[in-house]
């Protein structure tokens, strides 16, 4: 089984989109809020151990650098 996570620019496009994944009988349809977001024990681990190995250095203020990233819309 694979899953695919989409994000959809133009919220307009969805209902579209999910009719004709849906037609297919291949597919199962699934949406997920941001409560229902599944995280797998093997990515849980890999945050786990990465943030053991984490120095206070390794952190920094949201605040500080929301701003400095460049966001494609």
Do not use: C, G
Request: no cysteine; proline share 1%.
């Amino acid at each position: 089984m694979s899953q695919i996570l989409l994000n959809l620019k133009d919220e307009s496009k969805k209902n579209v989109l999910m009719n004709f994944l849906k037609s297919l009988n291949y597919v199962s349809v699934q949406q997920l809020n941001n409560k229902d977001v599944i995280i797998t024990e093997s990515e849980k681990k890999i945050m786990r151990e990465r943030h053991k190995k984490a120095k206070p250095d390794d952190f920094k203020n949201w605040d500080d650098i929301k701003d400095s990233f460049k966001i494609n819309e």
